[in-house]
């Protein structure tokens, strides 16, 4: 039932507006329904329509301007992104959300698929720009498979660490608001799992998920920085001292395995990429 | 889950295959297209009989329509394949390769044989390749510390391959060196 038949019904009577459940189902905010429900009893043109995306696209190309200079040294959008990629698959930590790089992509993503959309519908498109449209279309999809997959790592990294997360303020400065929120609930929502199934009926001494016993590992997982990754140097990189006090000096194309912790800032610095 | 399970440790080949896929490499079109701009670039524009530069993917799926020939990178023959296994069985040390050509020439071999010469040929070198490469990585894990390995011109693929058990192997011995008074 849509908008407009449901809106039909309650002004003719025949049904009773419904607050709760069915509400936040069908759109996450009652407080932004209710006005219009209850107040509401002018005209139908006042249903609030869905937004327009304007603002949201404009907000996309406004990021673009910003973000061109740095392509000279760091390649295009596109090898940035797969960078990144890699180093958020193999890194134990979460990295620096790069939000205005995604939004870059994300931006055009949806430009090409908007044009191949409107080139699909003209019938006087030729053979030979079908040809195009397919391989502008695989492109697309190269690229959307590379966006899910950077986000979801990201995603199972957020709600493994959550609890740390929502303890730790670092590591909340590399995440995204939406990221910070999603953690969080996550946090809350597997703690009142918890607490209701197993803790409720425990001692009050264990009932807690974040003792800290002496001997036990702590409680909350924690992302493990000596886990050893794969380095490869982009660049010459300053000299690094390894766990055995030994130092090494990474020249360009130079491939080692080392704890992360070792190469930590040369990864947020873009000198040496995770392979 | 938000990964899958087989995707949390490593990365898949076939993923390895997608980020070597946007390599470029030279085609002979028999369809003509104008310069097209993509994601990742413009290329073209395509005029047979010249030869072009276009990413990896775009050959293949061309190939794959009978609308292009793919032209072997350099290093894709019977000659330079065979001096390089003469390198990699005289010496220690590993020979110097492009970082995904295993990926790259798994992808030519199948979708464009019929472009390379003697085909069977290469895919036979390019196993020798592998084992005799694949030794030396086992040899290097006697030489595994907790701090540092190093891995010169080690292979994209050749590393994927190495590093669960490397990783792993790693991982205990820093717990083994650990200053046990640290964490108590």
């Not at chain 2, 350099?74 to 590993?94: C, D, G, I, M």
Request: hydrophobic share 40%.
């Amino acid at each position: 039932m849509d908008w407009d038949e449901e809106y039909e019904l309650i002004r003719s009577g025949r049904a009773v507006p419904r607050a709760g459940p069915s509400f936040l189902t069908r759109d996450g905010s009652p407080s932004n329904d209710d006005p219009h429900t209850n107040a509401n009893s002018t005209t139908r043109h006042q249903q609030p329509q869905p937004p327009a995306p304007a603002p949201a696209a404009a907000a996309a190309i406004e990021s673009v301007p910003d973000f061109y200079p740095e392509e000279a040294e760091q390649g295009t959008p596109l090898e940035q992104l797969t960078r990144h990629w890699m180093n958020e698959r193999h890194a134990p930590d979460i990295l620096p959300a790069q939000e205005d790089l995604l939004m870059n992509l994300l931006d055009h993503l949806r430009r090409q698929s908007e044009a191949v959309q409107l080139l699909r519908e003209d019938p006087s498109t030729s053979e030979e720009e079908h040809i195009r449209i397919m391989l502008v279309q695989i492109e697309v999809e190269r690229v959307k498979f590379i966006v899910r997959s950077y986000v979801r790592t990201r995603l199972f990294k957020i709600e493994r660490y959550a609890r740390f997360i929502t303890t730790n303020a670092e590591i909340q400065t590399r995440l995204t608001a939406a990221e910070r929120d999603h953690a969080s609930r996550h946090a809350i929502l597997t703690d009142q799992h918890f607490y209701l199934s197993v803790l409720q009926g425990l001692p009050e001494k264990q009932s807690h998920l974040d003792d800290t016993p002496l001997f036990v590992p702590p409680m909350v997982t924690e992302p493990d920085k000596s886990r050893p990754v794969f380095v490869h140097a982009l660049q010459r990189c300053p000299r690094v001292r390894l766990p055995d006090g030994a130092t090494l000096d990474m020249e360009k194309g130079h491939i080692s395995l080392m704890p992360y912790s070792v190469v930590e800032e040369l990864v947020a610095r873009g000198e040496v990429e995770l392979i | 889950m938000s990964l899958p399970q087989s995707l949390r440790a490593s990365v898949s080949p076939p993923e390895l295959e997608l980020i070597a896929s946007q390599q470029l490499i030279e085609i002979v079109p028999l369809i003509s297209m104008e310069k097209t701009a993509f994601i990742s670039g413009a290329y073209g524009p395509l005029r047979p009989p010249n030869k072009a530069r276009v990413p990896l993917w775009m050959a293949v799926n061309l190939k794959m329509k009978k609308k292009c020939h793919i032209v072997a990178p350099s290093w894709l023959n019977v000659e330079y394949l065979q001096e390089h296994l003469a390198l990699e069985l005289s010496q220690q040390t590993f020979s110097s390769l492009p970082f995904r050509f295993t990926e790259i020439a798994k992808v030519i071999l199948d979708v464009a044989s019929d472009d390379l010469e003697n085909p069977d040929k290469i895919r036979s070198l390019m196993k020798d390749l592998r084992e005799a490469r694949q030794a030396k990585s086992r040899e290097g894990l006697k030489t595994l510390d907790h701090s540092e390995l190093s891995l010169p011109n080690l292979c994209s693929m050749e590393i994927n391959e190495i590093r669960p058990y490397f990783v792993q192997s790693m991982s205990i011995l820093t717990q083994l060196v650990r200053d046990p008074l640290r964490n108590a």
